[in-house]
């Protein structure tokens, strides 16, 4: 398996664009949770969908953060308008059940900078 | 404040020595999981160890928890150069299905 996939790798974008991340879970996989990180609030769970269906999203820090999961093969994290406190590195990762007790495999991240 | 707090925040030993580092939390859980971060890439769980277990070993790595004091220590043993990583800790809050991790113990192990 190719593990959870997620693109793009790196993006560096204008305050005020719009910014969509994509996540690819592992196969089988009926969990997917976004996370972002940042040195100073370290790694902050924004969103958790289980069977494609979002069960919290109290994490999505506002209005301008939306995250869709239209199949169980695909999801998207959109922040539209992206601000400078938004750079960070935004983590897509999947388990096998639906309570987070599962062993959670993680993607390899994407690092957004918003200038 | 954080559910896991981690402790050290940095630790830089030798080659071949052993490295502990230690997490503590402030609610009841499941379990508590370590996980290991390379600069530059995801997170990698190493291990998982059940509320009603003490102690638990995978090859180099042996956790143990302890739920009265609500704190978990990572000691890997003959350190490598590959070790060298953040290490995380995460605990179930409130048995809940949130992962809450902590802030991380950054690890050097020098050639």
């Known amino acids: 398996d190719a593990g959870v996939i997620q693109s793009p790798r790196h993006e560096v974008t204008e305050m005020g664009q719009e910014v969509t991340l994509r996540c690819k879970p592992i196969s089988g996989h009926n969990s997917l949770f976004w996370y972002r990180q940042t040195m100073m609030r370290g790694l902050e769970l924004l969103i958790y969908?289980?069977?494609?269906?979002?069960?919290?999203d109290s994490g999505m820090p506002e209005d301008r953060f939306s995250a869709k999961m239209p199949n169980a093969s695909f999801s998207t994290l959109k922040i539209q308008p992206s601000e400078p406190r938004d750079s960070a590195v935004y983590f897509c990762?999947?388990?096998?059940?639906?309570?987070?007790?599962?062993?959670?495999?993680f993607g390899p991240g994407t690092r957004l900078t918003v200038l | 404040s954080q559910q896991g707090e981690e402790d050290p925040q940095a630790l830089s030993i030798q080659e071949g020595e052993n490295a502990t580092m230690n997490c503590s939390y402030k609610?009841?859980?499941?379990?508590l999981q370590w996980y290991r971060q390379n600069s530059g890439r995801g997170l990698v769980h190493l291990i998982l160890i059940r509320s009603n277990e003490r102690e638990k070993h995978s090859g180099r790595l042996r956790v143990t928890l302890d739920t009265s004091k609500k704190s978990s220590s990572l000691l890997i043993t003959a350190s490598r150069a590959a070790d060298t990583a953040s290490y995380f800790c995460?605990?179930?809050?409130?048995?809940?299905?949130?992962?809450?991790f902590g802030s991380g113990t950054r690890l050097l192990v020098r050639p």
């Open positions: 990762a999947s388990t096998p059940g639906g309570r987070n007790t599962d062993t959670q495999y």
């Open positions: 609610t009841s859980i499941n379990n």
């Open positions: 995460a605990t179930d809050k409130d048995s809940s299905y949130k992962l809450i």
């Open positions: 969908f289980n069977n494609n269906v979002p069960i919290d």
